[in-house]
């Protein structure tokens, strides 16, 4: 059965840190492009960070600087580190694995930013 799996989320305040984790199973990331995008209450999904099965890394301007997305191949795994987070960046965040034929999404993890 394929899954992948969020967990790290929680509530954190203004200009701490998380680290999202996403494990994958029932199939190997190794030539998937792997993604996290995020929702925020009321908004669509945007992508915030991908990962190629390469390791080229590309993120959005809102996330620059502050987010990098990493992945372990041998462990099945992908990770987000949140640093320098604000209120702006509350939403609930997903991993997403992409091939050429297929894509497959996680259930998500919600990150709080609150005071």
């Known amino acids: 059965q394929v899954q992948l799996v969020e967990s790290g989320g929680g509530l954190v305040q203004p200009g701490g840190s998380l680290r999202l984790s996403c494990a994958a199973s029932?199939?190997?990331?190794?030539?998937?492009?792997m993604n996290w995008y995020r929702q925020a209450p009321g908004k669509e999904r945007d992508l915030v960070a991908t990962?190629?099965?390469?390791?080229?890394?590309n993120y959005a301007d809102s996330v620059k600087g502050r987010f990098t997305i990493s992945r372990d191949n041998n462990k099945n795994m992908v990770y987000l580190q949140m640093n320098s987070l604000s209120p702006e960046d509350t939403a609930v965040y997903y991993c997403?694995?992409?091939?050429?034929?297929?894509?497959?999404w996680g259930k998500g993890t919600l990150v709080t930013v609150s005071s």
């Open positions: 997403n694995a992409k091939s050429r034929y297929i894509t497959y």
């Open positions: 029932g199939f190997i990331i190794t030539l998937y492009d």
């Open positions: 990962i190629t099965s390469g390791g080229v890394t």
